[in-house]
């Protein structure tokens, strides 16, 4: 089979090719087409057909990330929302939960929410928390008020009711009626078909931004469909969503606020599939492209996951601050530090770099495309760790002088004695202590040793910038995978299927009901198995895996733990096994050991997930570097990591095999360059993967 892996930046669109039979995978990097992302995915495809000889016909599958959904949260340019709730109950989407995410902030900021006062309304009939009726709906009174929803400017509707977790039938009937008064067509979303599970403002959270971007999703995906047939391109593409499994394009248009962080889930994955070839256990995914930098912790080769997740955070360190989803994604850490992100001087008259980008359009300064703001790119091409003869994606070539006058002007900016190249000097330095500082803010929270990971770098900035923040953290070794600039869209091709559901069921486990709970989790299995049966990739056979959280916590406290559980504990109804891996659950969070007293069930999370029988596989890269002379040397200019003067310069394909170069050296790739410190030695393994050794 063909699979194509598509994933969009901010300044270029990746595309990878990959032939399962063969193992063959051939690659294309075109700039991203910002006024029209379909058109850039399109030419992408194309150009890696063309590329690998193929027809637009033969491609078997389409796997797609995006971050089209993302984007939209963060610049608000979702279509008006209306929120249908219970009467008296429409402002808790602005009380949120009263914890001030910074105490000492006398001018504390939130987030607006995604809708306004005038457009949340409230209607009759009422649920228990147990889901049985207390109050019927009235039919009539939610017609009404879906006409004072479109008649304030709503174009979606989002439906949140109380204990709606527990019993959707309140929520059903409001959705049929306002499509019955609306249109079948009108865009209208419940909470508990996006969010079934407790947590009253966190669940309006989620299905107010679902609705926001239902209208969004649907017309880009359904026209990314329709262009990509219409050449020839047939297959109907797989989305990835933010837990790294996939959705076909009907139910990414149902349920969009999955996909939030859709793109940057394929680099991850990459990086695990690599570990698992390379069969290290701990792995730091490093993923810099143009716009941001994202990191992810690999444990025993697997991304950790999160069940909640903030989109546009209005303090980027701080939780709280941004608007919270009840969604399962592969926790990441994302910096505004791209290559493209823009260096300036701050409010108090200093550097600073971020989180404004240059994009593709127009770009950095040496793109020569009219942009005229310094980036973290220029920086490197100014200092000589990107040479000014690149090719960016094959076909872009860049100017150093533009490089130069973007970075004087801001020299001059920001006074004192500070050229242009200590300027640019100080651009990379604050750009890598900002990931450093953001990784070890992660690390330190989840208790983990740095020491005791691997790097994987990749992205077009990602390898460039490796080595100094792996020094900044005290990682020892780093993984330059083939293909390193188009990583994430190759995670796309090797995947895994995935569906996550929760559904919230309570109960104290002394005297829990397992029969009720075994019942719970069948309906959960056999709606996963529909799911997963829609999803296949073809990666060939694959076997399933299913695996349970329990949301618990101790009987008092507002807060969940997520307990991995067996299924034979399940099985059994053995609470003991389940009170027991609470308690290492505890323990390994707090530090101490749980105290006694009552344990509480809150909620269940069903993940089935498919794994290749084959372990998978190692794949060839077409690799096409430019000619370029040997025995080259290009002048670097970072004395702070002692690399000041001329440097040597080698193609990835003039490594030698074994025990590989010493630093300082300047390795070119196809899509990107490898920086070597001097302190640090690379080799070439047999699969063509780069490994990078610092010595402590």
Not at 539 to 564: S, T, W, Y
Request: proline share 5%; aromatic share 4%.
């Amino acid at each position: 089979m063909l699979l194509a892996g598509v994933d969009i930046g901010g300044t270029f669109t990746d595309v990878v090719l990959l032939d399962t039979e063969t193992g063959t995978v051939v690659t294309a990097k075109v700039l991203s087409t910002p006024d029209d992302l379909v058109r850039g995915v399109v030419e992408g495809v194309l150009s890696a057909c063309e590329t690998a000889g193929r027809a637009p016909g033969d491609v078997d599958s389409i796997l797609h990330g995006t971050t089209v959904i993302t984007n939209a949260l963060i610049e608000r340019r979702g279509r008006p929302t209306a929120l249908l709730t219970n009467t008296g109950f429409r402002d808790v989407a602005e009380m949120g939960t009263e914890i001030r995410y910074d105490v000492f902030d006398l001018h504390l900021r939130t987030p607006e929410p995604l809708t306004p006062r005038n457009r949340r309304l409230g209607i009759g009939g009422r649920l228990l928390a147990d889901g049985t009726e207390l109050t019927p709906v009235d039919e009539a009174e939610i017609a009404r008020k879906a006409r004072e929803a479109v008649d304030a400017g709503a174009e979606a509707i989002a439906v949140s009711l109380l204990h709606s977790y527990a019993n959707g039938a309140h929520e059903e009937t409001v959705s049929e009626v306002v499509r019955r008064e609306l249109g079948t067509d009108f865009p209208v979303t419940t909470s508990h078909d996006v969010a079934p599970e407790i947590g009253e403002f966190e669940r309006t959270s989620t299905v107010s931004a679902n609705a926001y971007v239902m209208p969004l999703a649907s017309d880009y995906l359904g026209r990314l469909a329709g262009e990509l047939a219409a050449t020839g391109l047939t297959p109907e593409p797989h989305i990835m969503t933010s837990n790294g499994g996939f959705v076909d394009v009907p139910e990414a248009c149902r349920r969009p606020v999955a996909l939030v962080e859709s793109g940057p889930a394929g680099g991850a994955i990459a990086a695990g599939y690599l570990a698992n070839l390379s069969e290290v256990d701990n792995v730091l995914s490093f993923d810099m492209g143009g716009t941001t930098a994202k990191l992810c912790f690999l444990q025993e080769r697997r991304p950790r996951m999160a069940y909640t997740f903030e989109a546009a955070r209005l303090e980027r360190f701080k939780p709280g601050s941004g608007l919270p989803l009840s969604i399962t994604v592969l926790e990441m850490i994302e910096i505004g530090a791209g290559g493209g992100s823009i260096a300036h001087v701050d409010a108090m008259g200093l550097l600073a770099v971020g989180p404004q980008s240059a994009g593709a359009q127009p770009g950095p300064a040496c793109y020569g495309r009219g942009g005229e703001e310094p980036t973290v790119t220029d920086a490197d091409v100014f200092t000589g760790l990107i040479g000014a003869d690149a090719k960016l994606g094959g076909h872009l070539s860049l100017d150093r002088e533009l490089s130069r006058a973007a970075i004087d002007r801001l020299a001059s900016e920001v006074g004192g004695d500070l050229d242009a190249a200590r300027t640019a000097e100080g651009i990379l330095n604050q750009v890598i202590e900002s990931m450093a500082q953001a990784a070890r803010l992660h690390a330190a929270e989840r208790n983990i040793d740095l020491r005791a990971f691997d790097m994987v770098a990749f992205g077009g900035a990602g390898p460039t910038h490796a080595y100094f923040l792996a020094k900044r953290l005290g990682v020892p070794r780093v993984h330059f995978p083939a293909g390193a600039g188009v990583l994430s869209a190759y995670g796309f091709t090797v995947a895994e299927s995935r569906v996550d559901l929760v559904r919230t069921s309570t109960g104290q486990l002394s005297t829990l009901d397992w029969e009720r709970q075994r019942q719970v989790l069948a309906e959960l299995r056999e709606e996963a198995e529909s799911r997963l049966s829609r999803l296949a990739t073809g990666l060939g056979p694959h076997e399933q895996v299913i695996e349970l959280v329990a949301d618990m916590k101790l009987r008092g406290q507002g807060f969940v733990l997520n307990v991995p559980v067996s299924l034979s504990a399940v099985a059994d109804g053995d609470s003991e096994r389940v009170r027991a891996s609470f308690g290492e659950t505890y323990a390994a969070a707090y530090g101490v050991a749980a105290p006694d007293g009552e344990i509480e069930l809150v909620s269940w999370r069903l993940t089935l997930r498919t794994r290749s029988k084959s372990n998978g596989a190692q794949h060839g890269w077409e690799v096409r570097l430019d000619e370029a002379a040997p025995n080259r040397t290009r002048r670097v200019t970072m004395p702070s990591f002692d690399m000041d003067g001329e440097i040597p310069v080698v193609r990835r394909d003039d490594l030698p095999d074994g025990d590989g170069m010493a630093g300082p050296l300047l390795v070119e790739d196809q899509n990107t360059s490898i920086v070597v410190g001097p302190d640090a030695t690379v080799a070439r393994r047999s699969s063509g993967d780069l490994v990078m050794t610092i010595r402590s």
